[in-house]
């Protein structure tokens, strides 16, 4: 796997290229967004992994690259890391099209395997939010919003597929049994309505609809 990492930070970017690279992945780094970018075109990375706070100002130069990353090269896929979970910056990456998408705190870093298993699955098409976000988005009240009608399982595996997990995996988290977590999975989509399509995509939808009601 080829993978971009664009942080300021030279020793955050040779810590994580030292994890990747055990991972098996070639690393290359961007100490800025014009870096990425040009890196970016010059050799169509598996992934690029961004920062959400890059010079000059700091701010959102990061995730206004990823973006732009988007755009020009729809096939790579995007992993944007942060310090702070902004609910904004998550809505704005996933878009219309959030297959190939991540957004994780930077402590999730800390956890080589998750975070390498995270870093695959963006790189293979999948979706991946913040666990923490999830929990905040999921433990907020809503009004009459589509959340409302799940029952307490239901929220528990929809937080798990915005992690991205499918349902073997939350078999494994909740321990039942796959029959019950497709029964969970299929309540999920019709309770939020959600048309009939490929399953990744309901899935994403799934997500999607309880980031922007939040």
Partial sequence: MRIIVADDSALFREGLALVLARDGATVRQAPDPSVLLNLAEQEAP??????????????TEGLVAALELRSKLPKVGVLVLSQYVETRHVER?????????????KDRVANVDEFADAVRRVAAGG?????????QLLGRRRRHGPLDELTSRERETLALMAEGLSNGAICERLVLSPKTVEAHVRSVFGKLELPEGAQ???????????????
Avoid at 48 to 56: E, G, K, L, W
Avoid at 127 to 135: H, R, S
């Fill in 46 to 59: 598996d992934l690029a992994i961004v920062d959400v706070r890059m010079p000059p100002t700091f701010t």
């Fill in 200 to 214: 990744h995509n309901r899935r994403v939808l799934a997500v999607l609809s309880y980031l922007r009601s939040s």
């Fill in 93 to 105: 990456l996933l878009g219309d099209r959030p297959e190939g998408t991540g957004y994780l705190l």
């Fill in 127 to 135: 979706t991946v939010v913040e666990p923490e976000l999830v929990a």
